[in-house]
């Protein structure tokens, strides 16, 4: 009994039509990146470099160094209570560093003061030489007071009160916690900030945009083409004047009005996109209507007293999902390029925001310069985003078209 089970199973279109997918190397490839994508957008400031809040912790000595870049780095407590972070923002939004971060050349310590050399980053590197507490670089202090007996130290702290230290331990603590050799490997941009960071970080705003597009296109776009095919009429007249009325505007301009009318943001933008991707969704959805509302299914519907409602919604939709799936793959890459075209015209999600077109735009000015790949590693990734949809889209099409399914399903 499980055998045939498992054959009749094997035999299911869905089935055929995963098998066929697998063996599409190219769509595995387009899925691989998807999914990798997925990963590094989810769990966000946990595996970036940069776990700040939009990945936009700046450091201005640093600006625009080479990939592979290595500094030393002072970190200085901020001289404020610890703010203790919840699950959702460390996972979310990322964590406020409560520690001032200096790029230093050289360091010696002096009785209780750290003695460092400010990087410059120039071949002579001649820096800025400044002079800390040690007290002050581990702990946030509430006053200037710091008392100093015997070879330890006296002072107040905001979080813990009166603090009794020996500055060796002190200067231990700073040695092993406070000062870190940092690397970039993809160097920083024009605002000293990590651009491995970023470039993760705008992964997040790809995705979204595009899944929030993508459902709101879904939406729309099935609700009018079912409605419109189903009941033809007058329905379809409206529906369809309405579709050429859309089709006949420019993309990319309707996406400016709506943005315009709504306000720039991140969340405006996914409206605007949305609201301008149906079109290609309710057209085919209606085609297939037009098909189905003929077939003996549906007239058996009607003749048990099924409502439209239902034989619309249960029996007639689930069978054109296979085409929209392939539209929505599709409209997935469209969107992340609309998007990445309205960061870059300004429009679009709002500094800090990490976007790869916002990236882009920051950064064209480097494009005749040493540093081009400021701007076209940006670029590079949304490439590969784009390409991987689209080669899922067309493995989609091709698995899914019954007309070039295996005869024989128990090979497939």
Request: glycine share 8%.
């Amino acid at each position: 009994m499980s055998r045939k089970k498992q054959d009749i199973s094997s035999k299911s279109l869905s089935s055929i039509a995963w098998h066929r997918l697998k063996k599409n190397k190219l769509a595995l490839f387009g899925l691989f990146i998807i999914v990798c994508a997925f990963f590094i957008a989810v769990l966000g400031p946990m595996i970036r470099p940069d776990g700040t809040p939009m990945a936009n912790d700046q450091i201005l000595e640093i600006t625009t160094q080479q990939p592979g870049f290595s500094v030393d780095l002072l970190k200085v407590k901020k001289n404020k209570k610890k703010h203790e972070s919840s699950i959702w923002e460390i996972v979310n939004t990322g964590v406020e560093n409560d520690f001032t971060t200096v790029p230093i050349y050289d360091y010696s310590f002096e009785g209780y003061n750290l003695v460092v050399e400010k990087y410059t980053g120039g071949d002579v590197n001649d820096g800025q030489v400044m002079r800390y507490n040690l007290a002050d670089i581990v702990y946030a202090t509430d006053h200037n007071e710091i008392v100093e007996k015997n070879g330890f130290l006296d002072f107040y702290t905001i979080d813990d009160g009166k603090k009794h230290i020996s500055i060796e331990e002190l200067k231990e603590e700073v040695q092993n916690n406070h000062i870190v050799s940092e690397k970039y490997y993809l160097g920083t941009d024009k605002y000293g900030r990590d651009l491995l960071s970023r470039l993760m970080a705008g992964t997040w705003i790809s995705l979204l945009v595009g899944f929030i597009s993508v459902f709101i296109s879904l939406f729309i776009g099935i609700t009018l083409g079912a409605l419109a095919g189903y009941f033809r009429g007058w329905i379809d007249d409206v529906v369809m004047w309405f579709i050429n009325v859309v089709w006949s505007i420019p993309t990319l301009l309707l996406v400016i009005a709506i943005t315009m009318a709504l306000g720039k943001g991140t969340t405006q933008v996914f409206i605007a996109v949305g609201l301008t991707m149906w079109v290609e969704v309710a057209r085919v959805v209606r085609g297939q209507m037009l098909s189905l509302r003929e077939k003996e299914f549906v007239e058996a519907g009607r003749a048990l007293g099924f409502t439209n409602g239902r034989i619309i919604f249960k029996h007639m939709i689930p069978n054109v999902l296979g085409p929209v799936i392939v539209i929505s793959a599709i409209n997935f890459a469209a969107a992340i390029l609309i998007e990445a075209g309205l960061s870059f015209l300004g429009i679009g999600a709002q500094p800090p925001q990490a976007t790869w077109g916002k990236i882009i735009a920051e950064h064209k000015g480097y494009l005749i310069t040493g540093k081009a790949y400021l701007a076209v590693l940006p670029g590079i990734a949304i490439i590969l985003m784009v390409l991987a949809f689209v080669l899922v889209g067309n493995g989609l099409r091709d698995a899914l078209d019954s007309k070039t399914v295996d005869a024989n399903p128990a090979a497939v």
